[in-house]
């Protein structure tokens, strides 16, 4: 069974940093293609970040370029979503989503990020 | 680049019939075959429910499926059920520099 685990949510300052993890199992995690996406409190989701297979391909939102950082260890299952200069709008619950043929397969539960003083 | 937009919210009875419609434009919906369909319910992470625009992956109900005409993709529920009420978005891959966009969502209510 597919499972994605995310981790490393919770209150942070705004101008502060989190990293956040996603811990991957049930498949071959270093063959697929992993996204970020968030969705900000009763709104819709947005696309962050793509990391391909190997981590040599990387893309990110506008929104987010310069700021935050994807990165995947396939040795640990795992990947991660470095956030620096968090702002009030980057609040909102991450999600960690597999990434099969230009559309995600699976999600995890997601980690809740809120960016306030 | 802007969502996609969907209505905000679409009703029927059990057992009847229900769109909802995906507005893109040529640089996203119109220009791949790359749509997706997920069904969120709340506090619940989403599930993909159709992809490449009319393909439903193992284990989602031949009830949904999934169709497009130029910028608009369109996601149809036949026979609704009471289990179907839950929030819909719509992603289409829209390139190498936007990679995907998502839309507005829009609620389904089983009256």
């Known amino acids: 069974e597919v499972q994605l685990v995310e981790s490393g949510g919770g209150l942070v300052q705004p101008g502060g940093s989190l990293r956040l993890s996603c811990a991957a199992s049930?498949?071959?995690?270093?063959?697929?293609?992993m996204n970020w996406v968030r969705q900000a409190p009763g709104k819709g989701l947005e696309w962050v970040s793509y990391?391909?297979?190997?981590?040599?391909?990387?893309f990110y939102a506008d929104s987010v370029k310069g700021r935050f950082t994807i990165s995947r260890d396939n040795a640990k299952n795992s990947m991660y979503l470095q956030m620096n200069s968090l702002r009030a709008e980057d609040t909102a619950v991450y999600y960690c989503?597999?990434?099969?043929?230009?559309?995600?397969?699976?999600w995890g539960q997601g980690t809740l990020v809120t960016v306030s003083s | 680049q802007s969502a996609l937009t969907q209505p905000r919210s679409v009703s029927g009875s059990p057992g009847q019939s229900v769109t909802i419609s995906c507005t893109g434009t040529?640089?996203?919906?119109?220009?791949?075959?790359?749509v997706s369909w997920y069904q969120q319910h709340p506090g619940k992470a989403p599930k993909l429910m159709i992809y490449?625009?009319?393909k439903r992956p193992s284990g989602v109900p031949d009830r949904f499926s999934g169709s497009k005409s130029g910028n608009t993709a369109s996601l149809t529920i036949s026979g609704l059920q009471a289990e179907d009420e839950a929030d819909y978005f719509c992603?289409?891959?829209?390139?190498?520099?936007?990679?995907?966009?998502f839309g507005t969502g829009t609620k389904v209510t089983v009256l």
């Open positions: 049930g498949f071959t995690f270093s063959s697929y293609e």
């Open positions: 990391i391909s297979s190997s981590g040599s391909t990387i």
């Open positions: 490449d625009v009319s």
């Open positions: 989503a597999r990434y099969v043929g230009y559309n995600v397969d699976y």
């Open positions: 040529s640089n996203d919906v119109g220009g791949y075959n790359c």
């Open positions: 992603c289409s891959y829209a390139g190498s520099y936007t990679f995907e966009v």
